[in-house]
DNA sequence: TAATTATATTGTAATCATTACAAAGTAACA
DNA sequence: TGTTACTTTGTAATGATTACAATATAATTA
């Protein structure tokens, strides 16, 4: 049940968004791109298809696309905002060797707090850091 | 078992960090005031009792601390790093209405993923968003 | 299709958090 | 007490993000 872009076309109508091109571009890149990319990324490498692009524009558009739901953002460490096209619930585990960021499923409802009862709970995030298999395989275990 | 101030200059001690009248009075901050500060809380409230202390001392010692493991750093949301004196490993949740942050204890083991069956991993984060019990009595359930 | 209106994009400048750096100060130790 | 190494401080630099006004574009109406 992956999200395609035309998926996502029809939500940004459904919200009254204007399709714009710039705005199609930066969803389909983050369809395509699941890194979890930052906005630099996001700028660098659409600025080769759009020359005119401003990262004003990249900054603009996402948050306009958080605001609808359609991209979830990720502070899984500081100084790096990231952003995510899937916002279903999902674990992410930071490499501290390598950097890569990967998703993981992770079983939410066992995850209860007797200590929020009374909370209302609108979103909940799990970040992990450690080490990958590729890096603990190649011996930079340790990697800052 | 809550950790007290001695404990945590003779962990200092052991770890060869150098016992500062700044360094002592950061990490009395952070044990008197559980609400995990910013940079900018420590700073000014230091300040009204060290009128000499800079805002670069506040960000040292903080750095000092994290490696040391003393502290452990928040990034609950995007541009506003917090701190916490408490290392083990705890829930956070950020009431969206009035700010606060609580602790909450969860149950860490049960957050086992088979994703993550080869990968080694140093430390989790749990970071929950909603609207808190006295937000919600007082009807702050609209607030961004 | 052409004209109108509202919204989006762009580039520059402003803001804010954090870090770099060098001079002055302080703690630990001989 | 003197020496050495480390810490603090203030200023300046960096880098991410936002504010803003001019221009361009998409949607809508005639």
Redo the contacts with the bound molecule.
């Keep these: 049940m992956k999200i395609t872009f035309e998926d996502l076309s029809n939500k940004l109508k459904s919200k009254n968004?204007?399709?714009?091109?710039?705005?199609l571009k930066v969803l389909e890149y983050l369809v395509n791109n699941r890194c979890h990319p930052?906005?630099?990324q996001i700028y660098t490498d659409l600025h080769k298809e759009?020359p005119?692009?401003?990262?004003?524009?990249v900054?603009?558009?996402l948050?306009?696309l958080i605001d609808a739901d359609l991209v979830k953002l990720i502070t899984i460490d500081?100084?790096e905002?990231r952003y995510d096209i899937d916002t279903t619930t999902h674990g992410h585990f930071k490499c501290e060797s390598c950097g890569a960021i990967y998703d993981f499923e992770i079983n939410i409802n066992s995850m209860e707090s007797e200590d929020l009862s009374y909370f209302k709970i609108n979103d909940k995030n799990i970040y992990f850091n450690g080490i990958c298999p590729r890096c603990i395989k190649e011996g930079n275990n340790m990697a800052n």
Tied chains: 1, 2.
Excluded: A
């Excluded at 968004?17 to 705005?23: A, E, G, P």
């Design positions: 968004i204007r399709l714009s091109h710039q705005r930052t906005v630099d759009i005119t692009l401003s990262k004003t524009t900054y603009n558009t948050n306009t500081e100084n905002t």
